[in-house]
């Protein structure tokens, strides 16, 4: 599938994202835009514009009259984003399982399959961009709209940390397993299954921030509530 070329605002945010995710831009380093916009080879607009989309999802804080600055990702931070994500994750497929329609079904199963087909080439850029795709048929198949806009809101503010988990030897087939048995949870109206295995999979997307950037990888343990690791365990007995 070809991808659409990105912007000049979209590949100044991502890559600065990426740096900063990794910690090339440490806390605190100046989101000078005189000096991107020379590094980059583009003028100072979509830097700035790249530079308030990164304060939008909390990847740049803004200091008066001085500019933005790279902000401090600490594991415990790291930890709360992922925890709400999991949350909201697994009440999309919970409505999903409750609510999906026949077509839905077969447009996640069709993306379900996109996705086996970047993993089995192993092209982790076409697989996130399917991955997206992916995990927004299941928000619009949950048919709860105001559920789906705070969902994506949230994903956007870890995108960049989710993005990077594709960098770890061997995770594209264990996601793709992951996501066989959220659809098929999905598929037969599982609610609590499909709620737990998304659970699930975002906590092992977080382990799978920390093996990668091994300066956010500690304290993984606290990731999800006792509870949540509980609904876990059912859903690991539940029938496949």
Do not use: W
Request: charged share 30%; aromatic share 4%.
């Amino acid at each position: 599938m070809t991808q659409k070329k990105p912007t000049q605002t979209e590949r100044v945010r991502a890559s600065l994202a990426d740096e900063i995710v990794r910690g090339s831009l440490g806390p605190g380093v100046p989101l000078d835009e005189a000096s991107i916009a020379r590094r980059f080879q583009v003028s100072r607009t979509p830097v700035r514009e790249a530079i308030r989309q990164l304060e939008a999802i909390g990847f740049a804080e803004a200091r008066p009259h001085r500019g933005a600055v790279v902000p401090r990702f600490t594991p415990e931070k790291l930890n709360e984003m992922f925890t709400v994500m999991a949350e909201m994750e697994a009440l999309c497929a919970r409505y999903a399982a409750r609510h999906i329609t026949p077509a839905e079904r077969l447009a996640l199963e069709a993306l379900h399959e996109t996705c086996r087909e970047a993993a089995k080439r192993g092209d982790a850029v076409e697989y996130y961009a399917q991955n997206i795709l992916f995990h927004d048929a299941i928000y619009h198949a949950g048919h709860n709209a105001f559920l789906a806009e705070m969902t994506l809101s949230v994903r956007n503010r870890v995108a960049p940390f989710r993005k990077l988990q594709f960098e770890r030897t061997g995770r594209l087939p264990e996601s793709l397993a992951e996501h066989e048995r959220i659809v098929e949870a999905i598929v037969r109206g599982d609610e609590e299954g499909a709620a737990a295995l998304m659970r699930d999979h975002m906590r092992l997307v977080r382990e799978s921030v920390g093996s990668v950037a091994p300066t956010l990888g500690e304290a993984t343990a606290g990731v999800l509530p006792e509870e949540m690791e509980r609904v876990q365990a059912s859903a690991v007995a539940a029938p496949r």
